[in-house]
């Protein structure tokens, strides 16, 4: 069983960055792609990026392309989101999620029924 947890939210203004850390715990090889979603009051959870362990590709949503970077830190066995120049919008409770991808296939954000273990969620607010 895979756990995950995430942390590193919090309050920013219009322009600032965050960092959120996806702290993975479980049996070695059980996940090999860790995505970010994120769910604001009242819209659906959308999927903001995701990571493949086996080559360090990277995946994002146009919305956040270009201003999010996922990376992943062996040694402390994170995943986590650099995010700069937040706006409004970006804010929700943010989400990692693991899921396991077969010999050539993708990770991809979608369907997020394939990510089959989750985080409780760290909330990010970004005033104007």
């Known amino acids: 069983v895979v756990q995950l947890a995430e942390s590193g939210g919090g309050s920013v203004q219009a322009g600032g960055s965050l960092t959120l850390h996806c702290v993975i715990s479980g049996p070695r090889g059980s996940t090999n792609c860790i995505g970010w979603f994120r769910q604001a009051p009242g819209k659906d959870r959308e999927g903001v990026g995701c990571l493949f362990f086996g080559d360090g590709t990277t995946h994002y949503a146009d919305s956040v392309e270009g201003r999010f970077i996922i990376s992943r830190d062996d040694a402390e066995n994170t995943v986590d989101m650099q995010m700069t120049m937040l706006e409004p919008e970006d804010s929700a409770v943010y989400y990692c999620?693991?899921?396991?991808?077969?010999?050539?296939?993708?990770?991809?954000?979608?369907?997020?029924?394939?990510?089959?273990?989750w985080g409780q969620g760290t909330q990010v607010t970004v005033s104007s």
């Open positions: 999620a693991a899921d396991f991808v077969l010999l050539g296939s993708l990770c991809r954000l979608a369907p997020q029924k394939n990510y089959n273990f």
